[in-house]
């Protein structure tokens, strides 16, 4: 079920919301788009900040943080960030992705640690990678709750690779905000 969910989304709207997320990250504020309308800030914890939209007349509340330490061999690459999203009405509560900032390598899974706890991040489409399976994204989410740092790992189509570390403070509380806008 995880597999088509996230295969539908990708073909129907992956591309559109993150390069409306990039938007947001850039203008740093409230921005419109064709398909999802005014954003609103939700909250600002710690490292990682909440935000709200319509789609398809349907809330949509994420998350989302930058690393707070890049690594790598690579020379080039764009904007990476940790993300989590919660849709009303949705089959599937609620889902993590990762971005790099460069196209990963196909069929290379991220190597994603929580406090150094692993989890597989095998879904991959260009810059985006999602957990295998919805239950997966239950348990790491718990995992970012309680965690202190996390740590995202992906190589690139050119073969170079990128260790990025996040903070998960203010995770926990901007975590209840979206929950509690988009239950």
């Known amino acids: 079920m995880r597999q088509r969910f996230v295969t539908h989304f990708r073909i129907s709207s992956v591309h559109t919301k993150f390069a409306f997320f990039a938007l947001i990250l850039m203008a740093g504020g409230l921005v419109m788009a064709s398909d999802a309308g005014a954003q609103t800030e939700l909250t600002n914890s710690g490292a990682w900040k909440a935000y709200t939209y319509k789609e398809g007349g349907k809330l949509t509340c994420y998350m989302y943080s930058q690393p707070t330490k890049k690594e790598g061999n690579y020379t080039k690459r764009g904007d990476p960030h940790a993300m989590v999203t919660r849709r009303r009405g949705s089959k599937v509560v609620e889902e993590v992705s990762i971005t790099s900032g460069y196209p990963y390598k196909d069929k ?66 901007t975590h209840k905000a979206i929950v509690k806008a988009c239950p």
């Open 108 to 173: 290379t899974p991220l190597k994603v640690q929580i406090d150094g706890r692993g989890f597989k991040f095998g879904i991959v489409q260009d810059e985006h990678a999602w957990a295998d399976d919805a239950s997966e994204d239950k348990a790491i989410v718990k995992a970012m709750i309680r965690g202190n740092k996390l740590t995202v790992r992906g190589t690139s189509r050119k073969g170079t690779y990128s260790l990025d570390s996040y903070s998960l403070k203010g995770f926990s509380k």
